[in-house]
C-alpha cells in the first residue's frame, strides 16, 4: 500500500518540501507521496486527527503550529521536550503519534558545512523568539556554540525562551543592533522577508564586524534585505536552504531509515530560485 505524507502551516503554499521529498521518493524508489495541507491554528487539533484517521504516516509541522501542536501528540522525544517545539511527526505502527524537532540539527549541520565548526568565542545573537529560535538556540548550546543572545519584537517572548537556556540572556531590539559588531554569529529565524511578501528587516546589520557570520532561515528569496545588508557590512551570509534540507533529511531518514542526497538537492532548489 502506498504510503503519504504532508506537510501542515498557515501559509503553506510557500513550501518546497512537497518537491524535496517527493524527488527524494524517486530517487530511493520508495512507493510514497507528500502533499501540503493548509491548516489554519483553530482547526490544528481536528487536522491532527484526521491525519491519523486518513493513515498519513508521518507529517512536518511549520509556522505557526510547532509549538501549538504539542498537546495533540502521544510521544515527544527529549530535544524537543526542551525546544517546546516539534517540526516532524512520525505515526509509529501502534498509531502513537512521536513528536521530534530537526531544525536545530539541521541548522548547526549547515552551518559547519559551510564554514567548519567554529566554537571558540562564538558570541551568538538569535533574532526571533518561534519555535524555529528555540530549536537552533538549543542545537547550537549541545553543539558548544555561545554564549547566546535573543533579541525580539515581543521582548516578553525573547524572555521566555532565554529563561529555559541555561547562560543565555535578553536585549532589546534597539541594544542588539547597536552591539552587533559585538557578535561572531547573527540568526534571525523570524518571517521579516519570506517570499517578498514582508519587506524591510529585523534589525539594521550597519554595524556588524567584518567576518561575522549571518544567517537567515530563510530560504525564498534567496538573498533578503538583511543577508544584502549584512554582506554589505562585511559580513559572512547564508540563506535557509542549508538547514531547509538538511531538516527535511533528517525527516525523511526518520520515516524511512535513508539518509537523502542533501548536496544534490541544495544544489537542485538554489538553481530553481535562482531567479528570485
Known amino acids: ?45 481536528s487536522a491532527v486527527k484526521s491525519l491519523k484517521s ?15 501542536i504539542i498537546p495533540f501528540l ?3 522525544n ?7 517545539a516539534v517540526n516532524t511527526v512520525k505515526v509509529l ?25 567554529r566554537k571558540s568565542d562564538s558570541a551568538v545573537l538569535v533574532i526571533g523568539a518561534g519555535g524555529a529560535a528555540s530549536g537552533i538556540a538549543y542545537a547550537l548550546k549541545e553543539a558548544c556554540y555561545g554564549p547566546l543572545t535573543f533579541t525580539n519584537r515581543t ?20 541594544q542588539a543592533e547597536a552591539e552587533i559588531s559585538k557578535f561572531n554569529l547573527i540568526v534571525q ?12 528587516m529585523p534589525l539594521s546589520p550597519a554595524l556588524l564586524s567584518d567576518g561575522s557570520i549571518v544567517a537567515d532561515i530563510i530560504y525564498n528569496p534567496l538573498q533578503t534585505e538583511f543577508l544584502k545588508a549584512a554582506k554589505e557590512s562585511g559580513g559572512l551570509t547564508m540563506n535557509g536552504i542549508g538547514m531547509f ?19 544534490k538537492m541544495i544544489r537542485s532548489i538554489s538553481t530553481k530560485l535562482g531567479g528570485n
Open 93 to 117: 505502527d501502534d498509531g502513537t503519534l512521536f513528536g521530534m524537532n530537526t531544525d536545530g540539527r539541521g541548522f548547526v549541520q549547515s552551518l559547519e558545512e559551510m564554514f567548519g565548526k
Open 54 to 68: 486518513l493513515g498519513c504516516s508521518g507529517w512536518n509541522v511549520t509556522v505557526p503550529h510547532k509549538s501549538a
Open 189 to 200: 529565524t523570524t518571517t521579516v522577508g519570506m517570499n517578498h511578501a514582508q519587506s524591510g
Open 78 to 84: 527529549d530535544s524537543a521536550k526542551k525546544m517546546n
Open 1 to 45: 500500500m502506498k504510503k503519504w505524507y504532508a506537510v501542515i502551516g498557515d501559509p503553506i503554499r510557500q513550501s518546497m518540501s512537497p518537491a524535496m521529498h517527493d524527488a527524494w521518493f524517486s530517487e530511493n524508489n520508495i512507493d510514497a507521496s507528500y502533499i501540503p495541507v493548509h491548516v489554519t491554528p483553530e482547526n490544528l487539533e
Open 155 to 174: 521582548i516578553e517572548k525573547a524572555h521566555r525562551l532565554s529563561e529555559d537556556i541555561e547562560g543565555s540572556r535578553t536585549i532589546p531590539i534597539g
Open 245 to 263: 534540507v538538511h531538516q527535511g533529511a533528517l525527516a525523511f531518514e526518520l520515516w524511512t531509515g535513508i539518509y537523502p542526497d542533501t548536496e
Open 74 to 76: 502521544d510521544k515527544i
